[in-house]
């Protein structure tokens, strides 16, 4: 099986070189780092990533959001963001580019990981003609999701984490864990991968 290549767009030399090293000892193809958006627009020409990890702020601006457009637009592959930052200003100043996730720093090797395999996984998923509703979960469920529950299950799907979650919905992080609890009882799931398999699986179906 062929490796997954990742292109790494971060402007800080020892941060994309730790990501590199990290990706490296899973098996995945780091075909490229770019530390400007010039770089990577040059990268995408070039190369042919089947992943990109974006920092959102280079050199003090938002080129992130840029590359990300110009992904979508031209080369149409999954990304994920690199931010320091996951206030609610910075997801709603993103989301319009689609992202399969974040990746708030400072981050290890099971986060990465972990959300370019979902964000794989999602952007194969999407590809689908089946649309993610609360009627297509709950038909698929003994036990039936409530309103905010799907909710928060959506927001799991696209990656976000419970943090980020709390702070996009103005609930306390808790009652972000208490809903995650119940989803996981009614999808007879135990993590947060499952929960994306599981709604994969229904949307392909």
Excluded: C, W
């Excluded at 080129?63 to 110009?70: H, K, L, N, R, S």
């Excluded at 696209?158 to 999808?187: A, C, D, P, R």
């Amino acid at each position: 099986m062929s490796k997954i290549k990742v292109l790494i767009v971060e402007d800080e030399p020892l941060i994309a070189e730790d990501i590199k090293d990290i990706l490296n000892e899973v098996n995945y193809q780091v075909i490229g780092i770019a530390f400007n958006k010039e770089e990577a627009f040059h990268l995408l020409k070039t190369q042919q990533p089947d992943i990109a990890l974006l920092d959102i702020n280079l050199g003090g601006n938002t080129d992130g959001i840029i590359i990300a457009e110009e992904i979508n637009n031209k080369y149409q592959f999954p990304f994920l963001y690199l931010t320091s930052y996951s206030s609610k200003i910075v997801l709603d100043k993103v989301k319009h580019t689609f992202p399969m996730g974040y990746i708030v720093k400072p981050f290890d090797e099971a986060d990465l990981y972990t959300g370019i395999e979902i964000a794989l996984s999602n952007f194969q998923g999407r590809k689908k003609t089946n649309t993610l509703s609360i009627e297509l979960v709950n038909k698929n469920l003994p036990n039936k999701l409530t309103n905010k529950e799907y909710d928060v299950l959506v927001e799991m799907y696209n990656g976000l984490t419970n943090k980020q979650i709390s702070e996009k919905h103005f609930v306390s992080l808790n009652t972000i864990k208490t809903h995650v609890q119940k989803i996981y009882e009614k999808l007879d799931i135990h993590t947060r991968a499952e929960a994306i398999v599981k709604i994969r699986k229904i949307l392909t179906s």
